[in-house]
Nanobody
Framework: QVQLVESGGGLVQAGGSLRLSCVAS????????MGWYRQAPGKQRELVAV???????NYADSVKGRFTISRDTDKNTVHLQMSSLKPEDTAVYHC???????????????WGKGTLVTVSS
C-alpha cells in the first residue's frame, strides 16, 4: 500500500506564495505519475498539476504560469510551488500518486487526506 502525506498549506494573502509537499511511503514497486488536485467548497475535485516519472508536466489552465510542480523521485516526494495566489485558489489540495505495489498487480491511484490552502483578498 501507499500512504501520501501532504504539508505546507495555510493562510496567505492574495499575491502571496506557498509551497506544498507530499511524501509517499509504504510498500510499493514503483510510482508513475504524481500530482495535485484541489477541491473548493461546493465544487468537484479538479486537476491542478501532474508530473510523470519522466518529468513531463501538465497544468490546469487556471494555474499555468503561477504554479510549478516538481518531483524528487529518489525521495518519493512531489512539490507544488504556488505563486501569485488568488482567492479562487482557496481549496483543500490533495496529493495523488499512481503506483504499482508489485510487478504482478495493476497500478492504481492513491490519495492523501489533503491540506487546506486559504487565500484572503
Amino acid at each position: 500500500q501507499v500512504q501520501l502525506v501532504e504539508s505546507g498549506g495555510g493562510l496567505v494573502q492574495a499575491g502571496g506564495s506557498l509551497r506544498l509537499s507530499c511524501v509517499a511511503s509504504g510498500t510499493f514497486f514503483s510510482i508513475n505519475r504524481m500530482g495535485w488536485y484541489r477541491q473548493a467548497p461546493g465544487k468537484q475535485r479538479e486537476l491542478v498539476a501532474v508530473i510523470t516519472s519522466g518529468g513531463t508536466t501538465n497544468y490546469a489552465d487556471s494555474v499555468k504560469g503561477r504554479f510549478t510542480i516538481s518531483r524528487d523521485t529518489d525521495k518519493n516526494t512531489v512539490h507544488l510551488q504556488m505563486s501569485s495566489l488568488k482567492p479562487e485558489d482557496t481549496a483543500v489540495y490533495h496529493c495523488n500518486a499512481f503506483a504499482y505495489v508489485s510487478m504482478l498487480v495493476a497500478g492504481m491511484d492513491y490519495w492523501g487526506k489533503g491540506t487546506l490552502v486559504t487565500v484572503s483578498s
